[in-house]
């Protein structure tokens, strides 16, 4: 059977690969014979993956697969619902909102009205039938010029949820609320070309990117704002392990608001789409925060957040990167991207088993 290499570019949905592709560090990310949907062409541009080689045959795509590309996907299905489109309108005018007030705070020294800026969150979150609901629907947004204006919207709607699944009193959870708005201030006062900078940035970018944490805390600091909500601007890229921003924080040296905000705000990051790569399927980024996750992040925040999200997904139809249709009906509490998916009534797939195999999207 005759094969060619293309280049990424080339790549079409529905393409056979020809053999197992791996990344620089040699991590198997698709294996031979695997079928290309639009979540594995993503993965291989996340990677910087070039140019692949695929078969040149005509071998049918499964049936599976193919009921796959004529049926509406899950996150499709979602967007065309009355409750998403009431709930975009709405979000897209409290961005547009967040963005006027923190121009108006920046430009004009004006004062933060918290109780006007606690309801742009609050009131969607009403919207949202459960704490879980609202995260397909944030995941259904990302299509947002205003990216840096969603973002705090979203890092506000994910980091209240995980502070409920904490046992944090209402009080907390506001303030939680407030900080994941007002986490990113700091980047209105960054150039736009570098936000917008499509290409790789240099050192000198990052430095100059990197100071919008110290640049929010500045300001917020002339406020009389919960003292966790401005230390939240400042240290929200700490990681446990030392090796985050600005001072180089280590564990319990980063308070519990920025430890909060650091993982919502890194898990809606990986499900955004971005010039670099498309949205990531939750089990992709699930995956991705667990290979190196622990080390970065508060264990016990990390995983309570991860088992609440990934658990919302049993029961859905899922696409398996060999191009299988299954249905997750359990979560390994070990290995929380790696369910057991029902193929059919006499197969199933306990991924943690079968480390080969992908969960790549949800149907």
């Not at 993982?263 to 789409?273: E, G, Q, R, S």
């Not at 990390?302 to 899922?318: H, I």
């Amino acid at each position: 059977m005759s094969t060619k290499r293309i280049t990424i570019n080339d790549v079409t949905i529905g393409m056979r690969v020809a053999t197992d592709v791996y990344t620089e560090n040699d991590e198997l990310i698709i294996q031979k014979n695997t079928i290309l949907t639009d979540a594995l062409i993503a993965r291989l541009k996340h990677h910087n993956i070039y140019n692949i080689r695929i078969l040149l045959d005509n071998t049918p795509v499964p049936k599976a697969s193919a009921a796959a590309d004529t049926k509406p996907s899950y996150y499709e299905r979602l967007q065309n619902s009355p409750e998403f489109k009431a709930f975009k309108k709405e979000y897209l005018q409290k961005a547009d909102s967040l963005k006027n007030a923190m121009l108006s705070i920046i430009e004009e020294n004006a004062p933060i009205d918290t109780d006007k800026l606690l309801s742009q969150a609050t009131e969607l979150m009403s919207k949202s039938r459960t704490t879980l609901h609202v995260f397909d629907i944030i995941v259904s947004l990302k299509n947002s010029s205003d990216m840096t204006f969603t973002h705090s919207i979203n890092v506000s709607l994910l980091a209240a949820v995980l502070g409920k699944w904490l046992g944090y009193p209402q009080e907390d959870i506001e303030a939680l609320s407030l900080a994941g708005l007002l986490h990113d201030i700091g980047k209105q006062m960054i150039p736009q070309e570098i936000l917008n900078k499509e290409g790789a940035l240099t050192e000198q970018d990052l430095k100059i990117l990197r100071s919008h944490t110290e640049k929010g805390y500045e300001l917020l600091s002339k406020y009389d704002l919960d003292p966790r909500i401005i230390d939240a601007a400042l240290t929200h890229h700490e990681k446990f392990d030392g090796t985050g921003y600005p001072k180089g924080l280590k564990g319990n040296e980063i308070k519990d608001f920025a430890k909060i905000i650091a993982i919502v705000d890194v898990y809606d990051a990986m499900t955004a789409k971005r010039i670099y790569h498309e949205p990531y399927c939750p089990f992709e980024v699930i995956r991705q925060i667990e290979r190196d996750g622990y080390q970065r992040y508060d264990a016990h925040m990390l995983m309570v957040f991860l088992e609440n999200v990934v658990t919302t997904y049993v029961g859905n139809k899922v696409i398996l990167s060999n191009g299988m249709i299954g249905e997750v009906i359990m979560i390994n509490k070990l290995d929380l991207s790696r369910p057991i998916v029902k193929i059919s009534d006499d197969q199933y797939i306990d991924l943690s088993h079968k480390r080969d195999i992908d969960v790549v999207s949800i149907v």
